[in-house]
């Protein structure tokens, strides 16, 4: 049997997604609850892999097992094993077919960076911090250089492990709550350190160290070295995973922010 899991989680304290050897990643303690449920050894598979500190509203994993429990046990089962800042939302039972990875169809992030003179306390892993005055327009007008089917080697990762560079961003909105500018980002797929790596050059426009031409010049030129620094993960939020109507997941509101679900202001 095959059974789909949505999760919630707080990344804040994790070496990120992917498993290690010292039991420090979120797959480490979800693969151990679901095995306490199933009485057998279960790994899983995940839509994306999110980075230390990076956080999750909707993400999406598989596993198979042989174990015969009720949906509940996959819910409110499994979150009793679980530590208090990892949760199992949903729940369902999918057709071999289905895989978290590569049935889905996009992946959606939205980056939190708080624009304040003063750094974050209360909220310190839950945002980005930069204290200068940001241009809203000048970033817009970058953001959609990057819009469409780019090679994207100037914004991925030393270490990105990905055969290719190419990837589609379907979206990239730029809005401002209050002293929180969020970033609205959907791709088929990101390459690693992607998301970050494109909000930290827009910082580089919006605070004029840069003119929004310069991100065409980064895309054409490939050189991850003439970009900006990696911005900090704390303001990472994996928001959605889209997948076909045929696997009958559930939806997460398209039109929603994390400053609404968290009230972060």
């Excluded at 900006?228 to 997460?252: C, V």
Aim: proline share 3%.
């Amino acid at each position: 049997m095959r059974v789909a899991l949505v999760l919630e989680y707080d990344g804040s304290r994790y070496c990120g997604w992917q498993s290690q050897s010292d039991g420090c990643a979120i797959q480490d303690q979800l693969e151990s609850a679901i095995s306490s449920i199933a009485c057998e050894k279960i790994r899983v598979v995940t839509a994306g892999r999110t980075d230390a500190g990076v956080h999750a509203l909707y993400q999406v994993i598989h596993f198979d097992t042989t174990a015969k429990r009720p949906l509940t046990a996959w819910t409110r089962g499994v979150n009793a094993f679980l530590p208090k800042d990892i949760v199992v939302l949903w729940a369902n039972e999918v057709s071999a077919q289905f895989h978290a990875r590569f049935s889905a169809r996009s992946r959606c992030y939205q980056y939190l960076l708080l624009n304040h003179p003063i750094r974050p306390g209360f909220f310190s892993q839950k945002t980005g911090w930069f204290h200068q005055g940001l241009d809203l327009d000048r970033m817009r007008t970058g953001a959609e250089i990057l819009l469409g089917e780019h090679d994207f080697s100037a914004f991925r990762a030393a270490e990105c492990q990905a055969k290719s560079p190419v990837r589609t961003l379907t979206r990239l909105d730029i809005s401002r709550r209050g002293s929180i500018i969020v970033f609205d980002l959907c791709a088929n797929a990101f390459l690693h350190h992607m998301v970050r790596n494109i909000v930290g050059c827009l910082v580089y426009v919006g605070k004029g160290r840069n003119s929004p031409e310069w991100i065409r010049m980064l895309l054409d030129h490939g050189d991850r070295t003439a970009a900006a620094p990696t911005i900090s993960a704390a303001g990472l939020y994996l928001t959605r995973i889209e997948y076909d109507s045929q696997w009958n997941l559930p939806l997460f509101d398209q039109n929603s922010s994390i400053i609404d679900y968290c009230r972060v202001v």
